[in-house]
């Protein structure tokens, strides 16, 4: 299995810019986590899908940010409009049965 | 409700020293534990988890850690440290009847050649 793939690995836009972090995740796995790293608040969970349908959003900082998941291979996080604030590293992970797989991540920076 | 707490943001060993990094959880019902490390620029592997079998969790390059209940810790160990075990580890809890993780606020390890 390739693991959950994440695109791009590395964006830079400018303030205001709309924002999509792509997300596929194992197959067959049944929950899908969005994740914010940055060094001021470390590993945020952000939401959390399960079979499609979205779980907890309540770790999404604003209305600025939205995810999707239309179907069991892929999710999308946007961020409309982008600020500087946002920078960071943005992880989707998911998991079966109570373990959990990590991308390799996408390296936001908002200038 | 669950969630860990990681003892010491920074620890430094010098190589071939035992690597102790601390972690401790609360959870109202029984938890499954982890930890995971994540190199520069990588996404977090898991290295072992607890889910309520041996006390004593074997995990990948040499790593291992134990549950203890009467001390709610989960502590991961390391008889010899390596240069290439410099990394960033976290600690996580679910419960075992859950889904969502609780990650700690994660322990950069330092090897001194």
């Known amino acids: 299995d390739a693991g959950v793939i994440q695109s791009p690995r590395h964006e830079v836009t400018e303030m205001g810019q709309e924002v999509t972090l792509r997300c596929k995740p194992i197959?067959?796995?049944?929950?899908l986590f969005w994740y914010r790293q940055t060094m001021m608040r470390g590993l945020e969970l952000l939401i959390y899908f399960n079979n499609n349908v979205p779980i907890d959003d309540s770790g999404m900082p604003e209305d600025r940010f939205s995810a999707k998941m239309p179907n069991a291979s892929f999710s999308t996080l946007k961020i409309q409009p982008s600020e500087p604030r946002d920078s960071a590293v943005y992880f989707c992970?998911?998991?079966?049965?109570?373990?959990?797989?990590f991308g390799e991540g996408s390296r936001l920076t908002v200038l | 409700a669950q969630s860990v707490t990681q003892l010491g943001s920074h620890v430094s060993v010098s190589e071939g020293a035992l690597v102790l990094l601390r972690c401790n959880y609360s959870?109202?019902?029984?938890?499954?534990l982890f930890w995971y490390v994540q190199y520069p620029n990588q996404g977090l592997q898991l290295l072992l988890k607890y889910t309520s079998a041996a006390t004593l969790v074997k995990g990948i390059n040499g790593f291992e850690a134990e549950f203890k209940k009467s001390e709610t810790s989960f502590h991961l160990t390391k008889p010899s440290a390596h240069m290439s075990d410099a990394a960033e580890y976290f600690c996580a809890v679910i419960a075992n009847t859950g889904n969502q993780f609780y990650f700690g606020t994660g322990t950069s390890l330092t090897v001194i050649p």
């Open positions: 197959s067959g796995h049944d929950y």
């Open positions: 992970a998911s998991s079966l049965r109570g373990e959990l797989f």
């Open positions: 959870s109202s019902v029984p938890p499954y």
